[in-house]
């Protein structure tokens, strides 16, 4: 069973809006069937931003490619959408679903957009001309269309966020803003994002395809100023610790692999979770494992992207946008938060720096050959050593 699922059981209407890519190979593996009241949007992987449709490789030498809309309501094919941007188009049924809901029962609104993943190979980011326009201080173009489709983005949690107020909801609801994976960097994909100074890409066990930033937001947390926490946790630890927040029990849950971070949230206390499996593939022979300080990394990945790419895009940055401007005037959510008289961040630009990973640029000439992760495991303190430059595997052949 998956969170709506256990959330039903509390009283919940559950809805998704957007990308499910958890399965559809019969009609019990899809999102209504898994225990959503509703679904708008695509069962794969991605969309094209404006059509809709999704061309993917087969591999199969009579059938190269597979080509059609996949856009849905439920299990019924919705057509009719084409031309309507994909962030749009679900930040308004999001929007729709908050205003008609019912507020004598509980709400849990799950909203995977298709920003910023690539779209189709040969259009992979779209947005609206006037809004990449509003990017012209960004040179590559790649990346001015990336900060268009990032802008928007936020834009829909602004609008996503003022329709909470409005449904004088916001102030008993958890709002979580996360990633399921590093960015993608390979051109050839339709990457344009950055990982750096972290090593690694998208689907890579390095620390810039894992490692990832989470934003949660709630009255119920009782904060008084932002709070970085940097205990461990894994993605799977998501379903215990909402499960709890939502008044369940979660012995309830039976034997899963996620451990219940509420306190860890509420008290910044230690993470329970000591040591994650971050993947163990049989078929690539690929593994990586942490354990406290210490992650263990055995095998690369087909591509090999192995290195660090950079740069991160923020070397002499020299934007009109100032975090104070963003924050006090560019931000919905700030403007929302000073009309319900609730405090905001004073100086972002320091919260951003103690988040920020800060590593010698560039890596040092060794710190490739020094880990060749293909031919013996590789082994890192990543407390110490974020980016994975120093590979300490001989000091502790054990």
């Known amino acids: 069973m998956i969170l709506p699922q256990h959330l039903k059981k509390l009283g919940y209407q559950t809805h998704i809006v957007g990308k499910w890519h958890l399965g559809y190979q019969t009609r019990e593996f899809t999102p209504t069937y898994r225990g959503f009241d509703s679904h708008l949007g695509y069962f794969a992987g991605y969309i094209d931003y404006y059509d809709h449709t999704i061309y993917e490789d087969t591999l199969l030498p009579n059938k190269p490619y597979y080509f059609g ?35 004598s029962k509980p709400l849990f609104l799950y909203l995977p957009h298709l920003a910023a993943h690539a779209g189709n190979l040969f259009k992979p980011e779209e947005a609206p001309p006037e809004v990449i326009s509003k990017f012209k201080y960004i040179k590559d173009l790649n990346r001015r269309i990336h900060a268009a489709v990032i802008s928007l983005l936020d834009d829909s949690v602004g609008t996503v966020f003022r329709a909470l107020h409005q449904k004088d909801m916001l102030r008993n609801s958890i709002f979580l803003f996360v990633s399921d994976n590093g960015a993608e960097v390979n051109p050839k994909k339709g990457g344009y994002g950055s990982n750096y100074p972290l090593r690694g890409d998208k689907l890579t066990q390095w620390e810039g395809g894992i490692r990832l930033p989470a934003i949660i937001w709630s ?161 890192f303190n990543i407390t110490d050593d974020p980016c994975e430059y120093k590979n300490i595997a001989n000091q502790y052949p054990e």
């Open 219 to 379: 009255p119920l947390l009782n904060l008084e100023k932002p709070r970085i926490g940097q205990q461990l946790m894994h993605v799977t630890d998501w379903l215990p610790t909402f499960y709890r927040a939502a008044g369940g029990d979660p012995s309830d849950l039976g034997p899963i692999d996620g451990f219940d971070m509420w306190n860890t949230l509420l008290y910044d206390t230690p993470s329970p979770r000591t040591n994650v499996l971050q993947n163990l593939d049989p078929v690539l022979g690929t593994s990586a494992f942490r354990i406290q300080d210490l992650k263990v990394v055995n095998g690369t990945t087909g591509e090999g992207f192995d290195s660090w790419y950079g740069p991160s895009g923020l070397e002499g940055f020299d934007g009109p946008a100032t975090f104070e401007w963003v924050f006090k005037e560019g931000s919905v959510v700030a403007q929302v938060l000073n009309e319900m008289g609730m405090w905001i961040a004073e100086n972002p630009r320091d919260t951003y720096e103690r988040l920020r990973i800060k590593c010698q640029k560039p890596p040092p000439e060794n710190a490739f050959s020094g880990c060749q992760p293909g031919k013996s495991p590789c082994l």
């Open 69 to 103: 809309l996949d856009f849905h309501n439920g299990t019924e094919i919705l057509k009719g959408q084409q031309g309507k941007y994909a962030t749009h188009l679900f930040t308004e049924t999001a929007e729709q679903i908050i205003r008609n809901h019912d507020t």
